[in-house]
């Protein structure tokens, strides 16, 4: 038995694995791309009035198909233009449209689009994506009305004190009121309440009843993407990270967590009662989620509104009706959260918020690594070092069995003459031969596998490492040194991934040869296509795994001296 097939047979394991990672990031569907900066012009100007879409708001009482209502010509007379409030906190950038008092753009003070365009805020909602954030009530219809005329849909047209609202210094809340009434004794108030430092934002929609009937009417919460579109990239050059839809239901005994594809809303309508939960939408390391009362049922549903040239996907949630006696008034609460997916702080909003931090089926090792990074972010200040002695702690822990491993390899080149010849004695005969070389190895005690143990154990850790790279915000833009002002992305001028190919070529040096000449010549070229592979990989990951081979080449250059040395 050729004692490197093993190991060749992980490198193609693995290689498989990241082509096929690849395939699925080309095959993916995409949001459409557009500018990533805050248009000023646009968010001062009224917002031309759109054709009222058929399908995107809620009846109070859902269909067996999970299909939403359409709006009848009384409910398309309320979709007017609206104009832009704008609302400015610490962290912030708000444009919310008094048609209706959606959210059309938010803005990240904090987070830059690029580290070259450090003033230009990354947009999560966006009206160029048709991605907005839409509430509002609705009603149960009566004899001789209809809904919209009882309770303001995202169509109808609120009035606002100020057109603009800043948080200025020493204030720690900021509340936008909108006011809407039907002129008929019902007033509803919308109140988005920011807080300082926050992402989340308070939504309250309160009604005041002064008419002489019971009003009966819901409260609905809902996420709106335009159409999606596949966009392809780089073999091993692009983003992995999920993005569309998602919803969480903690009564699910199997998956709490479920991504609801832009794909899926055709073949599947989501139309189920949940208590607590949420619903987002997902880009790569940012979220948008509405989060109702932990404590309250709310029926969630999804819709693709078909139209000619404009079609959109619809996430969302309503409340169970209520009824308000004459003179009574009620407020429906939400939370609005736009921002970064920091897992801490997610966790902190709701239940599952933060397994939008998706790291897939290498969870179990990115969390600890993660939690290992951020321990050692606290120590040094610096991504870059943190990787490195996180790389020296896994090292340090996996030392033994590596040391084991390592020991094995350099029994096998100190014995390599004799295999050689063992080779050579039993060439025609390959059942006698692979006989004689298990008692050779039963006989010097050495383990054939034993070469596959440092890949085995290097792999899942540098696939968990991966998704931290790719999906945690806190190492989006984090510097190292010199030229390396983002370790997320690729080394600009390859430096890394070459420093790394030579560490694979001279480690592989300080192994026992190969006995087959074809696989000889396979090994020899691993370091090329290493090489070429990790010019496209984020530049931490490279880090990494050149310091672990660096690490891997004292160790085993030690082993094979004492081992080799003393022969």
Known sequence: MDQQRPLLYLTLIFLGFMIWTAWQQDHAPKPVSTPSSVDSTAASAPVADTATVAGDVPEAAAPSSATSAVPTSAQATTSTSGSIITVNTDTLHFEINTRGGDVEQTA?????????????????????????????????????????????????????????????????????????????????????????GKFDVAVEHEVNNASQAVWSGFEYRQLRHGPAEKITGGIFGGVRAYIGPAFYDYEDEKYKYKKFKFGDFDDEKLNKKIKGGWA??????????????????????????????????????????????????????????????????????????DLTVDYGVFSFVSKPIFWLLKVMHGIFGNWGWAIIFVTITIKTIFFYPSAMSYKSMAKMKKLSPKMKEMQSRYKNDPQAKQKAMMEFYKKEKINPLGGCLPMLIQIPVFMGLYWVLQESVELRQAPWLAWYKDLSIMDPYLVLPVLMGLSMWFQQKLNPPQMDPMQQKIFQWLPVVFTVMFLFFPAGLVLYWLVNNVLSIAQQWYINKKIVGDS
């Open 108 to 196: 990240l003070h904090s987070y830059p689009v690029s580290i070259d365009e450090k003033d230009k805020p990354v947009v999560i909602l966006d009206r160029a994506k048709q991605y907005s954030a839409q509430s509002g009530l609705g009603h149960a219809k009566v004899a001789g009305h209809k809904g919209s005329e009882f309770a303001p849909n995202h169509y109808a047209t609120y009035t606002s004190p100020k057109s603009e609202y800043t948080m200025q210094n020493g204030e720690d809340t900021l509340v936008v009121p909108l006011t809407w009434t039907n002129g008929k004794g019902i007033t509803v108030t919308k109140r988005y309440i920011f807080k300082r």
């Open 280 to 353: 987002a939408m997902l880009e790569h390391y940012f979220i948008s989620a509405w989060v109702p009362p932990q404590e309250q049922t709310n029926t969630f549903y999804s819709k693709h509104v078909p139209h000619d040239t404009t079609p959109s996907y619809i996430m969302g949630l309503k409340t169970p009706l209520i009824d308000l006696a004459p003179g009574a008034s009620h407020t429906f609460k939400s939370t609005f959260y736009v921002g970064p997916v920091i897992q801490e702080d997610l966790a902190e909003i709701a239940d599952g918020l």
